[in-house]
C-alpha cells in the first residue's frame, strides 16, 4: 500500500503542479492583454495632447502672416482718401513701418515656425505609428488569450477559474 499512496499523492501533486501551470500561463496573457490596452490609452492621451499644440502653432503662424500682410496693405493705401490727388505715406513714416516689419519678421522667421512645425508632425507621425503598432500586438495578445481559454486543456480550467474569451 505505501507504493500505491506514493504513486497517488505524486499523481496528485504533478496534477496540482498541471493545473497551476496553465492558470499561469492564462494569467499571463489576461495581464499582457491589460498592458496592451494600458499603453494603447496611454498612447492615445499622448495623441490628444499634440493635437492642440499643433494647431495652436498653425493659428500663430496664421495670426503672423496677417498682421505682416495688413501691414503691408497700410503702407500701399493712401492715407487720405478725402484729398483728390492721392497721398501715400512720407519717406519717413514709410521707413518706419518697414523697419515694424522687418522686426517681426526676425521675431519670428518662417524657418522657427517650420522647425516647430516639423518636430510637432514628426512626433505626431511617431505616435500614430506607436499606436498602430500597439493595436497589433494587442490583436494577437488577445488571439493568444483566447485560444489557451478555449483548447483543451486549459478551457477546462478556464471555465472553472472564470477566465472568459475577450470579444
Request: glycine share 2%; proline share 4%.
Amino acid at each position: 500500500m505505501p507504493a500505491a499512496l506514493c504513486i497517488a499523492i505524486l499523481a496528485v501533486v504533478l496534477f496540482a503542479i498541471y493545473v497551476i501551470v496553465l492558470y499561469n500561463k492564462l494569467s499571463v496573457r489576461k495581464n499582457q492583454i491589460k498592458s496592451n490596452l494600458s499603453t494603447l490609452n496611454m498612447l492615445f492621451v499622448q495623441r490628444a495632447d499634440l493635437i492642440p499644440n499643433l494647431i495652436l502653432i498653425l493659428k500663430k503662424h496664421v495670426v503672423f502672416d496677417e498682421e505682416i500682410l495688413q501691414n503691408i496693405l497700410s503702407l500701399r493705401n493712401p492715407v487720405n482718401s478725402s484729398n483728390s490727388k492721392e497721398s501715400y505715406l512720407q519717406p519717413e513714416e514709410g521707413n518706419s513701418v518697414l523697419k515694424q516689419i522687418i522686426f517681426q519678421i526676425e521675431d519670428d522667421p518662417e524657418l522657427k515656425f517650420n522647425r516647430q512645425f516639423s518636430q510637432l508632425k514628426y512626433a505626431f507621425t511617431e505616435c500614430e505609428q506607436q499606436i498602430t503598432a500597439e493595436r497589433t500586438l494587442l490583436g494577437k495578445s488577445i488571439i493568444k488569450y483566447n485560444n489557451s481559454a478555449v483548447t483543451f486543456p486549459c478551457n477546462v480550467i478556464a471555465k472553472v477559474l472564470r477566465f472568459t474569451p475577450y470579444t
